[in-house]
């Protein structure tokens, strides 16, 4: 789900697409008739559990904390996939910045984010901006300290990081998030950690 970029089914007017793809969030009645579903059907064999990747940004919180209590999730993913409404793949947030700009833009958002929302289980795909990075690999050097920030504020409240192995496919030659922010987290003492796909 990505609020400011999507909507929800339900938000009264037409929604619009971007080639194929329909700008809206999950169909959350559907989605959670069909974890029901499942869990009638496999239940007593495997535990079938409901979750969300959320593509945060600061202004969207509400509409998260709204949904967080409507609906019983068992996971959530906390993620930045655009910034002020503009999308990394499109270069949209990147456009009008140096490199330095909108790494610390991106990773600024990120831990004002975990400072202010506790809603969640990981913070997924930690440096997505380099997936995304047409002047190459920020060093590590000089996110090294908003990284720490954030990742001890993610360790402290009890939280985890996703290891998003789709570094193989987009053919980075680090994993996501690199392995000096992995390295970083272990340092630190995290130990809660999942792999997650896309
Ligand atoms: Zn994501």
């Known amino acids: 789900m990505d609020y400011g970029i999507k909507e929800d ?3 009264g007017h037409p929604i619009a697409y971007r080639g194929e793809e329909p700008l809206a969030n999950v169909d959350y009645p559907r989605y959670f008739a069909k974890i029901e579903e499942l869990r009638h059907i496999y239940g007593g ?6 979750g969300l990747e959320f593509g945060m940004q600061m202004h969207t919180i509400p509409q998260y904390r709204a949904l967080v209590e409507k609906y019983p999730l068992d996971f959530i993913i906390l993620s930045v996939h655009q910034v002020e409404d503009q999308e990394f793949w499109t270069q949209d947030f ?11 833009r991106y990773y600024g958002e990120m831990f004002d984010l975990v400072k202010s929302c506790k809603d969640y289980s990981v913070l997924g795909h930690m440096d997505l901006i380099v997936r995304y990075d047409e002047k190459g690999v920020y060093p590590f ?11 001890k504020t993610v360790i402290a409240d009890g939280k985890g990081i996703e290891l998003n192995t789709s570094y193989r496919r987009y053919g980075l030659k680090d994993t996501t998030p690199s392995m000096d922010i992995l390295k970083r987290y272990w340092q630190l003492g995290g130990e809660i950690s999942c792999f997650g796909f896309v």
């Open 141 to 151: 050097e000089k996110i090294e300290e908003v990284v720490s920030e954030i990742l």
């Open 94 to 104: 990147q456009r009008n910045r140096s490199q330095q700009e909108y790494n610390e």
């Open 9 to 11: 089914w339900d938000c």
């Open 45 to 50: 064999r495997i535990a079938i559990k409901a």
